[in-house]
Structures are given as structure tokens and as C-alpha cells.
């Protein structure tokens, strides 16, 4: 069975510096990750996936992540945040399983001081 | 990517009634899932909903409590069944699609059960 795990619940930048949410996974196969955005009121919105190509991931709104097998990481960054970047981000992972379902972990708060 | 309608947005209803969510895709799509985000918490997968079989129910998920029916590849509606004030959440419909690499969701339900 796979799992996620998101360390810190809430995060707290100053806009214009730097972003980074933190993942770390579980899975007994080669994952597929995913980092989704949810703002508020709204359903997820997918950032970027990582699915066994290329391990830095580019995403939309200038967000990548690194996958780290050695680290069993799969980390959010971002150089430079925008007021409109304050939403909840979800990492997810997808076992290369039957179910096909996603896992979530616990979800981290992005708040953008002025 | 595949675009979802997601019914009602949201809903106030009293405890002991159902309310039945409807999501449809604008293409044909395999998997369909059904997940509740509870307040502040993370997303916690419910159901896998296949067309032409029973939906898969994960463990603290039971079909009398949360009938789902999966008409055809592009419908699928999700039932709260006698509603209690601990079923206020958010619902959200997605679907896997693109080598099941890509899953997209539904802006969600907000049930408030007063």
C-alpha cells in the first residue's frame, strides 16, 4: 500500500521568496506523484505529475518538483510567491495497482505575506 | 484534459434526508471516484465507480450509506443517505483518464447537514 506524507500543515511565506512544500512517500512500486491546488471554494486543480520520465517536473503557475527516489521525495517548489498562490496543496500518489486510485496526504496551507 | 459538472455546488439539508450528487464528464471515461473532504482535512477516497459494475467501497464506506450508480462512461451520481451532521463535507467527483496517468476532479459538493 502507498502513503503520503506532507510535513507541515500550514506554511507561511513573505511574497517573493522562496516556496517549498514538503512530500514524502510510501509505495511498494515505482510511483506516479501528483501536487494538486485546491483555492478556496473550489474543487483541485492538478500543478504537475510526475509519472517515471523525467525527475525535475515543471508544472503550471511556475511550480516544479523533484523526484528523489533516495529520499522518497517528491517536494514542491516554487522561487518566487505570488499573494495568489495562498491555497491548500495536496500531494498524492497513484501505486502502479489495480485500483488506480489516488492516496492524499494531510494537505499544507500556503499563506503569502505582503 | 476531460471537464466535469459537478452537482449541486452545494446544499443545506436536514439530518435524516438524502441527497443525491451527480457528476458528468464531457467524454467517455473508465474510473470514476468518489471522495469526501472533510473540514480541514484531507481528501479520503470513498468509492471506485466502474460503469457496468458494483461500485468498490473503501473500508469505512458502506453502499447502504453511500449508494453510487455508474449509468454510463460519462454519469455517475453519488447518494447521501440519511444524512447526519457528520456527514458535512465537501464531495468530489474524478475521473482517470490519459493512461489513467492524469485524474481530474469535479469542483465539488459542500453538504452542510444542520
Known amino acids: ?114 | 484534459s476531460a471537464v466535469i459538472s459537478q452537482k449541486p455546488s452545494r446544499d443545506i439539508c436536514q439530518r435524516g434526508t438524502s441527497l443525491t450528487i451527480q457528476c458528468q464528464v464531457d467524454s467517455q471515461v473508465t474510473m470514476m471516484f468518489w471522495y469526501r473532504q472533510q473540514p480541514g482535512q484531507s481528501l479520503t477516497l470513498i468509492a471506485t465507480a466502474n460503469q457496468g459494475s458494483e461500485a468498490t467501497y473503501e473500508s469505512g464506506f458502506v453502499i447502504d450509506k453511500f449508494p453510487i450508480s455508474r449509468p454510463n462512461l460519462t454519469f455517475s451520481t453519488l447518494t447521501v443517505s440519511n444524512m447526519s451532521p457528520e456527514d458535512s463535507s465537501i464531495y468530489l467527483c474524478s475521473v482517470a483518464q490519459g493512461g489513467v496517468y492524469g485524474y481530474t476532479f469535479g469542483s465539488g459538493t459542500r453538504l452542510t447537514v444542520v
Not at chain 1, 17 to 29: D, H
Request: some cysteine.
Open chain 1, 1 to 114: 500500500a502507498q502513503s503520503v506524507t506532507q510535513l507541515g500543515s500550514h506554511v507561511s511565506v513573505s511574497e517573493g521568496a522562496l516556496v517549498l512544500l514538503r512530500c514524502n512517500y510510501s509505495s511498494s512500486v515505482p510511483p506516479y506523484l501528483f501536487w494538486y491546488v485546491q483555492y478556496p471554494n473550489q474543487g483541485l486543480q492538478l500543478l504537475l505529475k510526475y509519472t517515471s520520465a523525467a525527475t525535475l517536473v515543471k508544472g503550471i503557475n511556475g511550480f516544479e518538483a523533484e523526484f528523489k527516489k533516495s529520499e522518497t521525495s517528491f517536494h514542491l517548489t516554487k522561487p518566487s510567491a505570488h499573494m495568489s498562490d495562498a491555497a491548500e496543496y495536496f500531494c498524492a500518489v497513484r501505486g502502479n495497482n489495480a485500483g488506480n486510485m489516488l492516496t492524499f496526504g494531510g494537505g499544507t496551507r500556503l499563506m503569502v505575506k505582503p
